[in-house]
């Protein structure tokens, strides 16, 4: 039985299906990469009118600018934990296509891939387009293994599995130290203002 599964995994990692799906969420990586950067650059200047509106008393204003940078990093966190998820998922197909190791490895990318596109899909609908091609091929493969359950389980976008939880739990986590690292703090005193102000001259 072993051996039979074994030739299985085999087939279906030498048809180029793995590939394809790696390939796809290459691509869906590099537009959040290129999302992410945008993301900041745009925090950074509301941030600096926020200061700037503080320092002259304009409270209207500076509310505004931090409410905007506000929104900007809920999208952020979105676009950065998806990011660490995805990229988790396309180290682990690369273990798939070197080891064949299928039925125990790709059952938790096809929940991860499922939920980042839920993600995004308001937010990035090409990206979520493109995994959900992703999670097309990905579902075929393993349907065509005998494991026709998966095409029903990722119908059911609140259930997943234990070890795809703890990849979104991980790259959630991940991503809300990367906001607090490379996005500043909006001010809400005069003390706060001056100690920004004097960073940013600074650095």
């Known amino acids: 039985m072993l051996d039979n599964l074994r030739g299985r995994a085999d087939d279906v990692t030498s048809d180029d299906k793995i590939p394809l799906v790696i390939l796809k969420l290459e691509k869906s990586l590099k ?33 505004m600018y931090a409410n905007e940078c506000a929104e900007i990093r809920k ?4 676009v950065v934990s998806s990011k660490y998820a995805l990229e ?4 682990r197909l690369h273990t798939v296509t070197k080891l064949g190791s299928i039925l125990v490895t790709v059952t938790p990318v096809v929940d991860v891939i499922k939920e980042t596109q839920n993600r995004l899909v308001g937010i990035v609908p090409s990206i979520a387009n493109n995994l959900n091609d992703a999670n097309k091929i990905l579902v075929d493969s393993l349907s065509k293994m005998g494991t026709s ?12 599995s234990s070890g795809a939880e703890k990849v979104l739990e991980e790259a959630k986590a991940a991503a809300e130290d990367t906001i607090r690292e ?6 809400g005193t005069l003390k706060d203002i001056v100690k920004q102000e004097s960073e940013i001259l600074t650095n």
């Open 31 to 63: 537009k959040l990469d290129v999302i992410s950067e945008t993301l900041k650059r745009e925090d950074n200047q509301l941030f600096e009118r926020c200061v700037e509106a503080r320092l002259k008393g304009d409270n209207i204003h500076a509310m």
């Open 182 to 187: 490379k996005f500043p703090k909006i001010p």
């Open 149 to 160: 359950d998966l095409r029903t389980a990722t119908q059911k976008p609140l259930v997943y």
């Open 75 to 78: 999208i952020a966190l979105h």
């Open 88 to 91: 988790q998922m396309v180290l």
